[in-house]
Antibody, heavy 112, light 112 residues
């Protein structure tokens, strides 16, 4: 059974950093591109970033470029999202996704 | 960026009747490989999104055949025949042809 389990969310002050993790199981992690998608409270889905199978290619939405870094450790079957210089508009539930499977999501609240 | 426009914003359906949701793209989603990169998701209340349809018309694993997807290069339709109570939630279309990946604004399906 495919499972994606996010962790690392919580409350953080504006301008600070936070790192999300996503532990994958039930499939060959290294064979699939992975992504982070977020959803602000009461809003729709918003793609954040995607990483290729090897990690050699990464893609970001403009609003997070230079602040967020997506990475992966195929040996540990884990996806990461390093978020720096956080803003209030980054407040959202962050989902780890293989596009066909999604994690349960982790809430990130940016507030002083 | 490719803009996806969904209609209607909400739909109220009597159980057992059919429902259709439209998604219009600002650009053709037909790739050079002949694949139309349009996906449909359902997000049930309080849950993560789940994949319903991939590549415009292919039913995802485990999804009831009451769901079907169709369309052209820019205009797409999700049809739900014989709506059931478990179909309540917000439906999103998404394009994975280009970066940034984009989602439609969502269509909320309620029961009468």
């Amino acid at each position: 059974e495919v499972q994606l389990v996010e962790s690392g969310g919580g409350l953080v002050q504006p301008g600070r950093s936070m790192k999300l993790s996503c532990a994958a199981s039930g499939f060959t992690f290294s064979s699939f591109p992975m992504a982070w998608v977020r959803q602000a409270p009461t809003k729709g889905l918003e793609w954040v970033a995607t990483i290729s199978t090897s990690g050699g290619s990464t893609y970001y939405r403009d609003s997070v470029k230079g602040r967020f870094t997506i990475s992966r450790d195929n040996a540990k079957s884990t996806l990461y999202l390093q978020m720096n210089s956080l803003r209030s508009e980054d407040t959202a539930t962050y989902y780890c996704t293989r596009y066909d499977y999604w994690g349960q999501g982790v809430m990130v609240t940016v507030s002083s | 960026d490719i803009v996806l426009t969904q209609a209607p914003l909400s739909v109220s359906v009597t159980p057992g009747e059919s429902a259709s949701i439209s998604c219009r793209s600002s650009k053709s989603l037909l790739s050079s490989k002949g694949i139309t990169s349009l996906y449909w998701y359902l997000q049930k209340p309080g849950k993560s999104p789940q994949l319903l349809i991939y590549r415009m018309s292919n039913l995802a694993s485990g999804v009831p055949d009451r769901f079907s997807g169709s369309g052209s290069e820019t205009d797409f339709t999700l049809k739900i025949s014989k709506v059931e109570t478990e179909d309540v939630g917000v439906y999103y279309c998404a394009q994975f042809l280009e970066y940034p990946r984009t989602f439609g604004g969502g269509t909320k399906l309620e029961l009468k």
